[in-house]
Structures are given as structure tokens and as C-alpha cells.
């Protein structure tokens, strides 16, 4: 059973830094790729980034490009989202996700789905 658990969301004022964590259970996640969503109150869920676990790649949403970074620790089975430079508009509950390595950034490619963590920022 395959079980991917976030933390670290929060209230944050624009400008400010979180980090979002991760943790992933129940199988070996070597030949996967796992990715950040995000989903704002009456909208869709959308792509955040992605990391591909075997080689380190990464991609980004344009909106978030340059303000977060995705990494992972192989040894905690765990990914990472830094988010700096918060704005307003990153207001939303942030998901991880998981799927096969050829993933693209839509959410009907992704297996697996945590339950979510909350990202307020206030101006």
C-alpha cells in the first residue's frame, strides 16, 4: 500500500518561505516520479513541479519558476518543495503525487495522492 503523507503548509506573509515535505511509504520509489500539485478554493488542481527520483530532473510550473525548488533524500523516501518569495496568489492546499517516471505534468497521469496540505499567504 502505497502512502504519501505532506507537512509543513502553514500561514506564511508574502514575501516569506515555506517547505513542504513528503514522506512516501509502501514501496521503493527508485524508478518513479513524483510531483507537487496545487489546488485553489473553485479551481482546478494544477501541476506545481516535478521530480524524476532515478536522475534528479526537474520541471516547473512557469508561475513558480524561480521561486521553488523540488529535491529529494533518497534515504528518508522523501521530497521536498522550498517555496520562496510567497505571493498572495500561491494560496492553496498543495498535494504530492506519484507516478511512473514517464509522467507529464497532468493530473490524471499521477497513481498516487496524498491528502494535502494548506498554504495560506496573507499580503
Known amino acids: 500500500q502505497v502512502q504519501l503523507v505532506e507537512s509543513g503548509g502553514g500561514l506564511m506573509q508574502a514575501g516569506g518561505s515555506l517547505r513542504l515535505s513528503c514522506a512516501a511509504s509502501?514501496?521503493?520509489?527508485?524508478?518513479?516520479?513524483m510531483a507537487w500539485f496545487r489546488q485553489a478554493p473553485g479551481k482546478e488542481r494544477e501541476f506545481v513541479a516535478r521530480i524524476k527520483w532515478s536522475v534528479g530532473s526537474t520541471y516547473y510550473a512557469s508561475s513558480v519558476k524561480g521561486r521553488f525548488t523540488i529535491s529529494k533524500d533518497g534515504a528518508k523516501n522523501t521530497v521536498y518543495l522550498q517555496m520562496n518569495s510567497l505571493k498572495t496568489e500561491d494560496t492553496a492546499v498543495y498535494y504530492c503525487a506519484a507516478g511512473s517516471p514517464l509522467v507529464g505534468i497532468t493530473r490524471a497521469e499521477y497513481d498516487y495522492w496524498g491528502q494535502g496540505t494548506q498554504v495560506t499567504v496573507s499580503s
Open positions: 509502501g514501496r521503493t520509489f527508485s524508478s518513479y516520479a
